[in-house]
Nanobody, 121 residues
Framework: QVQLVESGGGLVQAGGSLRLSCAAS????????IGWYRQAPGKQRELAAT???????NYADSVKGRFTISRDNAKNTVYLQMNSLKPEDTAVYYC???????????????WGQGTQVTVSS
């Protein structure tokens, strides 16, 4: 099992910055990739950014150039630095981990509880 705890959300004005943190615990060596998804009111959950064990980063087109995902392996923590925030970035941000489980190993999704990010215009 893997547990994910997010922090760092809040209210910020357009153009401002926030940094989200996601601390992973449990069977962290089984994590294949970790990242952030977001869900705005009335919309489907969508990918924001992910980072693999090998360090490959993947960003949604809407956040490229503004968001940066990074990880501290010693702390089992992943960060999402969000700059130049826009009102359309307002959403609940969820930490997600893809975790190998079972024999043969299969990837499972684990989710945090979410943290609210609100960007005012």
């Amino acid at each position: 099992q893997v547990q994910l705890v997010e922090s760092g959300g809040g209210l910020v004005q357009a153009g401002g910055s926030l940094r989200l943190s996601c601390a992973a615990s449990g069977r962290t060596p089984s994590i294949a990739a970790i990242g952030w998804y977001r869900q705005a009111p009335g919309k489907q959950r969508e990918l924001a950014a992910t980072i693999s064990n090998g360090g490959s980063r993947n960003y949604a087109d809407s956040v490229k150039g503004r968001f940066t995902i990074s990880r501290d392996n010693a702390k089992n923590t992943v960060y999402l630095q969000m700059n130049s925030l826009k009102p359309e970035d307002t959403a609940v941000y969820y930490c997600n981990a893809l975790v190998w489980r079972g024999t043969p190993p299969v990837l499972y999704d684990y989710w945090g509880q979410g943290t609210q990010v609100t960007v005012s215009s």
